[in-house]
């Protein structure tokens, strides 16, 4: 008895430090396997279906197409923005139906309210380039217009105004094409609807204000900066003197030149290049950029012009395709 | 950062659309209230259906709300933006006031911001504003008159000063110690 009391005391010190487990949340050895083979009967049934949003119960077409125009703060005549969002492949799917149905409802697409938008988007882009950018030559305008008219472009505008669900289309989700085309066409409808101003107002706010924080030079590629260059300073009656002003690494692979150019002794620009060829070319860009006031350290691009801007070109720099 | 974080969606702070540069536009694009008329579940919901939904839908009239009863289910907000998040939200016994303050949230955030991880805190189109550094990037202008070989500009200074030189000095200071000792007698 005695040395049973003798080693109790060890007994219970010895059960005071044993580990107590923390329930540890496991995930299933089943959900692994489970999940796999779900992802294999998908697959074989053609994979992943999306359903379009609007086959769903709470769908109100109605609803949705007052909200797009409330959303943006625009005024849209209800039959024009209905007509903007049907696509030419949903009216030809219909007409299959209706004639299998032996019924005939007159619907119409968005096409021509497409054309007249994407005719007013060309005439007022280019219209607000050139007034924003007075001293760029037109070839440029028309590469920054071509890049704001893209397909691509118009493609994630139109889905970041919501179009996406909304649109009546064949195939669901919709391809760029049927983005941008209806986008031209909710333009086209808005100026049916609202007139020229509040439309120009509207393509400013979503497609001109795509070009912030963008390079406008890059939109315009210049095959000969330094043919460019002469040519332009040519008419001006002066010329350009390109000076080697600095050179490190000669003669190794991280060889560094740099070339200034100057015009009676002052200089307008300087570039660096691997070879001498090189940071000449770079040299003749930065001075077409000042040139064309579209330098790194450029103001921003305004943004708030109002109504349909009057360009004032300064139209010294109309060049011929170079 | 914890685990959980690995599986959330990847991104930056990013404004979509360029939202306000031209003018603000309203990223959510519809609500969905799904809710059961007679479960206490959705007492709160029922609550702000009838007293606040009207008023909500009248200030955002472009958000559009849908209802949806069901029966017997627990209560669920969806809401959809235009960068075609879609959030869905339990409002399993949540009170009234609940219900008005994660609605709230719902109809300010631009997308699902609670479901993705932020890679940093800040963005730039430019992360430099100098353009690519060559070697005459900080280039010292004294340069540009100086005439060279000049010891000036052409002395090594960048190492650190050798054992040598080290002892070299000491010998020196150590001499001139010594010779001021004797001017001293």
């Given at each position: 008895m005695s040395l049973f009391r003798r080693f109790v005391p060890l007994y219970i010190k010895s059960l005071k430090n044993v580990p107590t487990s923390t329930p540890v949340k496991n995930i299933h050895r089943w959900v692994a396997p489970t999940l796999m083979e779900f992802k294999r009967r998908e697959n074989k049934l053609g994979g992943k279906k999306t359903n379009p949003r609007n086959t769903f119960l709470e769908w109100n077409l109605e609803a949705e197409l007052y909200a797009f125009g409330k959303r943006l703060n625009e005024d849209f005549d209800s039959n024009l923005l209905l007509q903007a969002f049907t696509d030419r492949s949903y009216v030809i799917k219909e007409e299959m139906k209706q004639k299998e149905m032996e019924i005939e409802i007159k619907m119409k697409d968005n096409r021509e309210l497409a054309e007249q938008g994407e005719k007013f988007l060309n005439e007022y882009i280019q219209v607000y380039l050139e007034t924003?950018?007075?001293?760029?030559?037109?070839?440029?305008?028309?590469?920054?217009?071509?890049?704001?008219?893209?397909?691509?472009?118009?493609a994630h505008v139109s889905l970041h105004i919501g179009t996406k669900d909304i649109i009546l289309a064949a195939e669901y989700p919709v391809d760029n094409f049927t983005l941008a085309n209806t986008?031209?066409?909710?333009?086209?409808?808005?100026?049916?609807?609202?007139?020229?101003?509040?439309?120009?107002?509207?393509?400013?706010?979503?497609?001109?204000?795509?070009?912030?924080?963008?390079?406008?030079?890059?939109?315009?590629?210049?095959?000969?900066?330094?043919?460019?260059?002469?040519?332009?300073?040519?008419?001006?009656?002066?010329t350009v003197e390109p000076r080697l002003i600095g050179e490190a690494g000669k003669g190794t692979l991280l060889a560094c030149y740099r070339v200034g150019l100057y015009i009676e002794k002052r200089?307008?620009?300087?570039?660096?290049?691997?070879?001498?060829?090189?940071?000449?070319?770079?040299?003749?860009?930065?001075?077409?950029k000042k040139l064309f006031g579209t330098e790194d350290h450029m103001k921003p691009i305004n943004f708030k012009i109002d109504g349909m801007p009057k360009p004032k070109r300064q139209s010294h720099h109309q060049i011929s395709a170079s | 950062m914890s685990n959980k974080h690995l599986f959330l969606k990847p991104g930056f702070v990013r404004a979509p659309l360029q939202n306000g540069v031209g003018r603000y536009v309203q990223q959510l694009q519809r609500i969905v209230l799904k809710f059961c008329k007679t479960h206490g579940g959705s007492r709160g919901m029922r609550?702000?259906?009838?007293?606040?939904?009207?008023?909500?839908?009248?200030?955002?009239?472009?958000?559009?709300?849908?209802?949806?009863?069901?029966?017997?289910?627990s209560p669920v907000v969806v809401a959809e933006y235009l960068n075609g998040d879609r959030v869905w939200m339990s409002m399993h016994n949540k009170s009234q006031s609940e219900v008005t303050k994660w609605i709230e949230v719902l109809r300010t955030q631009q997308g699902d911001v609670s479901g993705t991880r932020l890679r940093k805190f800040q963005y730039t189109d430019h992360p430099s504003i100098q353009g690519p550094w060559s070697p005459f990037t900080f280039k010292n202008p004294e340069l540009n008159t100086a005439k060279l070989p000049d010891p000036k500009f052409g002395a090594n200074n960048r190492l650190p000063m050798s054992a040598t030189e080290q002892l070299r000095i000491m010998f020196e200071k150590q001499r001139l110690n010594?010779?001021?000792?004797?001017?001293?007698?």
């Open positions: 924003v950018l007075p001293k760029f030559p037109l070839e440029g305008i028309v590469g920054i217009r071509r890049y704001l008219t893209s397909e691509d472009l118009l986008f031209k066409a909710i333009v086209g409808a808005l100026l049916n609807s609202s007139g020229d101003e509040r439309t120009a107002h509207f393509v400013r706010d979503f497609v001109i204000t795509q070009l912030q924080g963008k390079d406008v030079n890059e939109y315009w590629h210049i095959e000969d900066p330094w043919a460019m260059l002469t040519g332009l300073l040519e008419k001006n009656q002066t200089m307008i620009s300087t570039g660096f290049g691997e070879s001498i060829a090189i940071a000449k070319e770079m040299a003749a860009r930065e001075a077409l | 609550d702000y259906i009838e007293q606040d939904l009207v008023d909500f839908a009248k200030q955002n009239p472009g958000v559009v709300v849908y209802l949806k009863p069901r029966r017997h289910r010594e010779k001021d000792l004797k001017t001293g007698e």
